[in-house]
């Protein structure tokens, strides 16, 4: 059973370019959450998702960021016209529920790590 | 607004000695409150949680405190293990926040022989 996956691993984007991250949750799950890593701080809510729907956005910049989980296929982050201030490691996780993700927590894929140069 | 702190950036603990994380918060709203662990170039994993209702819970070496009137909680690890060397994030989540998390800042544990 494979866990959460995330693609790429490593993103190298110039200012200007359009960054998308992919994640796909684990077999079962149906909940999707999106996650960014600033250096040196904690793990900041961006987006919840579920299939063909999002939920909350509050987390998510007003400008230059999107997120979707289609009916078919991985969650997409997308971010336009990359600035600096956008590199991060960016973390997707799953739940089967809200519910159980409180009291079990998520299960976390191993981030993409966006460097804008 | 931060609203979980975690004021400790790292903590060093000799082998076989007790680890103490601590963890502040300011919404007395939350109602979970997980610590997760992560290594360098991987995604956080769960460690354990804690609901409002109760002060304690233990599993293994992992035990998590929660004072809901200090509005504190700590994580002690007993024996601290090479292995548990490794950042520990605690994290806080509402009722009605639909499973979205409040995480702090991260304490970085380095467990010397």
């Known amino acids: 059973n494979a866990g959460v996956m995330q693609n790429p691993r490593h993103l190298v984007r110039r200012r200007g370019q359009e960054a998308r991250l992919r994640c796909s949750p684990m077999?079962?799950?149906?909940?999707v959450y999106w996650y960014r890593q600033l250096p040196e701080e904690g793990l900041k809510f961006m987006v919840y998702?579920?299939?063909?729907?999002?939920?909350?956005e509050s987390g998510m910049p007003k400008e230059r960021f999107s997120a979707e989980f289609p009916k078919e296929g991985p969650s997409i982050l997308r971010i336009q016209q990359v600035v600096r201030g956008d590199s991060a490691a960016y973390f997707c996780?799953?739940?089967?529920?809200?519910?159980?993700?409180?009291?079990?927590?998520?299960?976390f894929g191993s981030g993409t790590r966006l460097t804008v140069v | 607004d931060q609203q979980v702190k975690q004021n400790s950036p790292s903590l060093s603990v000799q082998e076989g000695r007790i680890s103490i994380l601590n963890c502040d918060y300011t919404?007395?709203?939350?109602?979970?409150f997980l610590w997760y662990k992560k290594y360098p170039a991987e995604g956080p994993t769960f460690l354990i949680s804690?609901?409002?209702?109760?002060d304690k819970n233990e599993d293994g070496r992992f035990t998590v405190f929660l004072n809901k009137s200090a509005k504190h909680l700590s994580l002690h690890i007993v024996p601290s293990q090479p292995g548990d060397s490794a950042v520990y994030f605690c994290?806080?989540?509402?009722?009605?926040?639909?499973?979205?998390?409040?995480f702090g800042a991260g304490t970085q544990v380095v467990v010397t022989p």
């Open positions: 994290a806080a989540s509402a009722e009605d926040s639909w499973g979205k998390f409040q």
């Open positions: 077999k079962g799950h149906s909940h």
């Open positions: 998702l579920q299939k063909e729907n999002i939920i909350d």
């Open positions: 804690i609901s409002s209702i109760k």
């Open positions: 996780a799953s739940s089967p529920w809200p519910g159980t993700a409180s009291r079990e927590g998520y299960t």
């Open positions: 919404n007395s709203m939350f109602d979970y």
